[in-house]
């Protein structure tokens, strides 16, 4: 059984590019969480998801930033006309109910 | 998260002695309380929990620690080993809610 799947590992991208960030969740887990982490700065939850449906986007930023989890493939979580204060690591997180988190190894977004 | 405070950026420790990390809450409504381990350019991996009808649960050389009325978790290792140095975040979990909210983490190193 697979673990959370997370891709890419790395991503650069230029200032006003757009940023797509994938996760696949764990085999059976129907919750998916985004989380981020600044530099020198805890984890802050962003979004979670279930299929098709956003249960609670309380931590996304108002602007640039989208998140999903379709019926069919993974949750992507997007950023749009990247700037250098999005630069971060972005961890994902499934669950098969609301306590059982396992993490992804993160995709580390530099812009620049 | 203003929830949650972790008030000790960084702790050493001797190999073989105790680490004692320690997180500091306000709000009453959390009822599952847990600790992750966090290695760099790795996702957190879940190390122990503890629900709130609990004050101590064990495993192995790990303990966490709940005091309701202070409302104050901490996480016991001992001994101590090398292996243990990483960044430790406590995770808290809203009553009937499903995100987990983080500590801003403490950066364990454990010298040998």
């Known amino acids: 059984n697979a673990g959370v799947m997370q891709n890419p590992r790395h991503l650069v991208r230029r200032r006003g590019q757009e940023a797509r960030l994938r996760c696949s969740p764990m085999k059976g887990h129907s919750h998916v969480y985004w989380y981020r982490q600044l530099p020198e700065e805890g984890l802050k939850f962003m979004v979670y998801l279930q299929k098709e449906n956003i249960i609670d986007e309380s931590g996304m930023p108002k602007e640039r930033f989208s998140a999903e989890f379709p019926k069919e493939g993974p949750s992507i979580l997007r950023i749009q006309q990247v700037v250098r204060g999005d630069s971060a690591a972005y961890f994902c997180?499934?669950?098969?109910?609301?306590?059982?988190?396992?993490f992804g190894s993160g995709t580390r977004l530099t812009v620049v | 998260d203003q929830q949650v405070k972790q008030n000790s950026p960084s702790l050493s420790v001797q190999e073989g002695r105790i680490s004692i990390l320690n997180c500091d809450y306000t709000n009453s409504m959390f009822d599952y309380f847990l600790w992750y381990k966090k290695y760099p350019a790795e996702g957190p991996t879940f190390l122990i929990s503890i629900s709130s009808i609990k004050d101590k649960n064990e495993d192995g050389r790990f303990t966490v620690f709940l005091n309701k009325s202070a409302k104050h978790l901490s996480l016991h290792i001992v001994p101590s080993q090398p292996g243990d140095s990483a960044v430790y975040f406590c995770g808290f979990v809203l009553e009937y809610g499903n995100k987990l909210v983080f500590g801003a983490g403490t950066i364990l190193r454990v010298k040998s």
């Open positions: 997180a499934s669950s098969p109910d609301i306590y059982g988190y396992t």
